[in-house]
């Protein structure tokens, strides 16, 4: 779906897409969608039926692909994640998989989040408000889904309270040239936490790190908070800790 995408379509299909596959497309949808001709046109319709599509291959009874044997699936982008994978030296295994949408529509990368195993197991029962408390490290993999300007991307990973200009300054710095431009389809960046200790991996190699409690802190709201920007991130951890 491209950026430039009317909002108006964004606020008609809102209602419609929503984070699960569990439901078919039906007459009633379809009924409201052929009324909606008159304000949107052909044109329109046909686009709202593409998003759909591509959103949620679930609405139309597409099935979704299966992940390999030692990985899981994001289902929403069918990009796999290791269940047991090495970041810096240190193994850690897969708490859970989630999506970062843009507009509730288009899909700008997958996330896996990362713990060590005995760190989840003390976790079992518990949530991924825990898992952000635990005194522990922690990983988040990001792996796009499609193309994004490095500077749109330090952006949001900068969108952190309490973090001083100085210390945000320099992460976004760093995160901009460690990128070189643009983040392509399939590339990945990974955010790893030891203490107050932040670094980052930009297609596989460490571009630096940043030592800040608060900033620390705020990019692990930023995943496992309560406006966690990847909900389906929350409820995969909640499953696989449960």
Request: hydrophobic content about 40%.
């Amino acid at each position: 779906v491209p950026d430039s995408l009317d909002s108006r379509l964004i606020e008609f299909l809102g209602p419609l897409l929503f984070e699960t596959h569990s439901f078919r497309l039906t007459p009633t949808i379809l009924t409201t969608m052929s009324s909606s001709n008159k304000l949107f046109g052909a044109f329109q319709l046909a686009t709202v039926l593409a998003a759909m599509m591509y959103a949620s291959p679930g609405l139309f009874g597409f099935s979704s692909p299966e992940a390999h044997a030692g990985f899981r699936m994001d289902p929403r982008t069918a990009i796999e994640f290791e269940t047991s994978a090495s970041f810096s030296g240190k193994s850690y295994d897969l708490a859970g998989v989630g999506t970062r949408t843009k507009a509730g529509v288009v899909k700008v990368y997958s996330v896996g989040f990362y713990a060590p195993k005995k760190a989840l197991e003390s976790l079992k029962g518990k949530g991924p408000r825990e898992l952000q408390a635990i005194d522990s490290p922690r990983v988040a993999h990001l792996k796009f889904a499609m193309g994004v300007g490095a500077e749109k991307v330090a952006t949001a990973l900068s969108a952190v309270e309490g973090v001083g200009d100085e210390t945000m300054t320099a992460f976004n710095d760093m995160l901009i040239k460690g990128m070189g431009g643009k983040m392509n389809k399939g590339e990945s960046l990974t955010l790893e936490w030891d203490g107050a200790t932040t670094t980052v991996a930009v297609r596989g190699m460490s571009i630096g790190s940043v030592k800040s409690k608060e900033l620390a802190s705020g990019l692990l709201e930023l995943y496992l908070g309560k406006s966690s920007v990847s909900p389906t991130l929350k409820g995969s951890i909640k499953a696989t800790l449960a």
